[in-house]
């Protein structure tokens, strides 16, 4: 096991050698610039065979050249460590000693390395130019070092994202509402980044549209982003060597060190992709703010690994064409190019506008390149080190993956029986009701969503996102219909009253439940079809109050269809509370009421009012009320989700409350 560990931490870098490697390295490297006469048909096949007794006037010229540096002044153990490294790397043995003997033997017979023809093959020892063996060794010790030091920078990368993912765990649940921390919480961290743009689509030109971050996501991608510029620039050697220039060596320096990011971002790329992610369970974020944070490590990854490739084909190009050319018949290479273009093409096919108009062959098509890009950068990378990176990458993903049949299969118990009903055709709106299912082993929680798999032979292998709520024992879902396949099953429903029955599976329970019973005071907003998570907070509070004495729950309806379609749920709530001190009071407003005013009721409990809600005056009410700390949780469409944000921000600042914001809406 140990073993297995230690390789695997080997894997992750090109090994590091140590300096008399790198020496003999050098020493052997400037004796090959010369021709010997010696038939390689003899050799072991070892790049030091020569240098190791294999031909006696090479090793005479390296073993020369080895004791040439100054830190090698100590002959004896000079030799021993020349001699250990050719037992390593050759089949020969030579003692100490017997290098020695050699060593002594050839100084007689040395010749300069200016009066030697390169062209003729050499049967002497040869004494190679000081100035150019300090000058390659420093070349090849620095570029070791910039290998290292890509290593230390793709470590420390991911370790600043772990410090702040402990960071917001630590922090999550904490209390402190100081001005300090009310102006941060305000002004950097919960407001959208422009306005109201946070879920609501922002329209950058003409066609193009996308979704913006909050403040915090923005400011966490920016820190991200800035470390990895720093690390990408940072402490490089500007050296020439007698083959190469400053500017050349800075270059190789780059697309090595840039190489090296690239895959230390790899496994963060997949983790934060994952359904079953630690950093989810970490920092509590939702799994939207995980979608965004995958999509600009990937960028960065396509950005390093980018760079590393035209650096290498600008430094064959401009160095020497030939080699560039000689490059294509090796496979690394080629696989290095192919997986240049599919992480672009990854990048590419991901924005927004292009991955919403076919949202299920986007992630088809973005599955089989993720696989692609991983095989192909093992290929690109195995004669070379690094792989670590793709076995960490690739565990993550198969292990999110059984997590996930777990899910389905173990949690859930497999396909159940399950029928779908128009609620409103106006509102475009069904209701899916799982009648059989393991209750113990799926553990419900409000707010918790599931991804659902329906049993079709065209639509089997899509999985959808709905927050689920339960009802007379079983799961509901309120779907929307929009055009894929939530508007097949609108269409199979021919009207009101009909019951589909379907065969589903549940991948879930996933998200993570706002502790609403740790305030005094709560606010839940939710509007439309959003109801189901809030409505499974009201349960909870109402059945379980914790800390609350005061709640306040607003619900925007369109019309009465949808209110219709809940009441049986919100009575079950009301009738399960237990009976405590607690105040609370539900507001239902109609919007759009196709009848002049709504005769039903529901309870006495809530009141049903007509018209849009002043939703500013109502978190204003709310949020500058008694100095008890106090939770707002938002589930509406998304502008006004983004609305409720925005006031709920600027209140921060202006209250000496406790006041936490829980955003139960998540696009992505
Ligand atoms: C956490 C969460 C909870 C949700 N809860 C509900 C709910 O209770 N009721 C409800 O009606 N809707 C809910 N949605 C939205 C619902 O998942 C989409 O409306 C549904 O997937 C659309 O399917 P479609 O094939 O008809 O979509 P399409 O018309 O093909 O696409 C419409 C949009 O839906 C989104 N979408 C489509 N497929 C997926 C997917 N596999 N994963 C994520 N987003 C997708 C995309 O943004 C896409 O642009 C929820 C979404 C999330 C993220």
């Given at each position: 096991m140990r073993e297995v560990f230690f390789s695997f931490l080997a894997s992750l870098q090109t090994q590091p050698l140590k300096d008399s490697l790198q020496k003999l390295i050098t020493c052997v490297g400037e004796a090959e610039s010369y021709s010997w006469l010696?038939?390689?048909?003899?050799?072991?096949?070892?790049?030091?065979y020569k240098a190791c007794g294999g031909f006696v006037p090479f090793t005479q010229t390296t073993l020369n050249s080895y004791l040439s540096?100054?830190?090698?002044?100590n002959l004896t153990e000079a030799f021993k460590e020349y001699s250990a490294l050719c037992t390593a790397f050759t089949s020969l043995d030579p003692t100490a000693d017997s290098l020695f003997s050699a060593w002594i033997n050839g100084t007689q017979f040395l010749i300069n390395s200016?009066?030697?023809?390169?062209s003729i093959p050499s049967t002497f020892p040869i004494r190679l130019s000081q100035e150019r063996l300090l000058s390659s060794f420093q070349s090849l010790h620095q570029l070791y070092f910039n290998f290292t030091l890509a290593f230390r920078s793709g470590v420390l990368i991911n370790g600043v994202v772990l410090f702040l993912a402990f960071f917001l765990f630590l922090t999550k649940r904490s209390k402190l509402k100081n001005k300090m921390v009310r102006y941060l919480k305000s002004?950097?961290?919960?407001?959208?980044?422009?306005?109201?743009s946070h879920h609501a689509e922002t329209k950058i030109s003409r066609n193009l549209r996308t979704i913006l971050p909050t403040r915090g996501e923005f400011l966490a991608v920016m820190l991200f982003v800035s470390i990895n510029f720093i690390f990408t620039a940072c402490s490089y050697p500007m050296l020439a060597t007698h083959d190469q220039s400053k500017a050349y060596f800075f270059m190789r320096c780059i697309a090595n060190r840039t190489g090296g990011l690239a895959m230390s971002l790899m496994p963060l790329t997949i983790l934060t992709a994952g359904r079953n992610n630690l950093l989810l369970e970490l920092t509590g974020l939702p799994f939207s703010s995980m979608i965004f944070f995958h999509k600009w490590i990937a960028r960065m990854m396509t950005f390093q690994g980018s760079l590393h490739g035209l650096l290498w084909i600008g430094y064959g190009i401009f160095l020497d064409p030939s080699p560039v050319v000689s490059q294509f018949s090796e496979g690394y290479w080629n696989w290095g190019i192919g997986i240049s273009l599919v992480s672009v093409g990854l990048v590419i096919l991901s924005i927004y506008a292009l991955r919403t108009s076919g949202y299920e062959l986007f992630l088809a098509i973005h599955i089989l390149l993720g696989v692609i890009f991983l095989y192909g950068t093992f290929k690109h990378c195995e004669q070379f080190g690094w792989v670590g990176w793709i076995y960490m990458a690739s565990f993550l993903w198969v292990a999110d993956r059984l997590l996930r049949l777990w899910h389905l299969l173990?949690?859930?118990?497999?396909y159940r029986t399950a029928t779908v009903e128009l609620v409103s055709e106006y509102d475009s709106l069904l209701r899916l009701a799982?009648?059989?299912?393991?209750?113990?082993?799926?553990?419900f929680f409000p707010g918790c969503y599931g991804y659902l798999y329906i049993?079709?032979?065209?639509?089997?292998?899509q999985s959808h996102p709905f927050t689920l709520y339960e009802h007379e024992g079983h799961f509901e879902i309120l779907m929307k219909a929009k055009e894929g396949i939530t508007q097949k099953l609108f269409s199979k429903?021919?009207?009101?009253?009909v019951k589909i029955p379907l065969r589903v599976v549940l991948e879930g329970p996933y998200g993570k439940e706002a502790?609403?019973?740790?305030?005094?005071q709560v606010l839940i907003i939710t509007s439309g079809a959003g109801i189901p998570g809030p409505v499974s907070y009201l349960e909870k509070v109402l059945t379980s109050?914790?800390?609350?004495s005061d709640l306040l729950f607003v619900w925007v309806v369109p019309n009465e269809s949808v209110l219709l379609a809940m009441s049986g749920k919100l009575i079950s709530v009301l009738m399960n509370r237990i009976s405590s001190d607690m105040k609370f009071e539900i507001c239902i407003y109609l919007?759009?009421?196709?009848?002049?005013?709504?005769?039903?009721?529901?309870?006495?409990d809530v009141k049903i009012r007509h018209g849009r809600p002043n939703v500013e005056q109502i978190i204003d009410n709310f949020c500058q009320q008694e100095n008890a700390d106090a939770a707002v949780l938002s589930c509406c469409n998304p502008s006004l989700d983004d609305f409720v944000r925005k006031q709920v921000a600027r209140n921060v600042l202006y209250t000496n409350r406790q006041l936490d914001f829980y955003d139960e809406l998540q696009v992505w």
């Open positions: 010696f038939n390689e048909t003899e050799s072991d096949g070892s790049y030091y540096f100054p830190e090698n002044s200016t009066n030697v023809n390169k002004k950097l961290v919960l407001p959208a980044l422009f306005d109201t173990i949690s859930f118990g497999g799982i009648t059989s299912r393991e209750k113990e082993s799926f553990e049993m079709d032979r065209k639509l089997f292998w429903i021919t009207s009101k009253g502790p609403l019973s740790d305030y005094s109050p914790g800390r609350v919007t759009r009421s196709y009848e002049e005013e709504f005769s039903g009721s529901i309870s006495k």
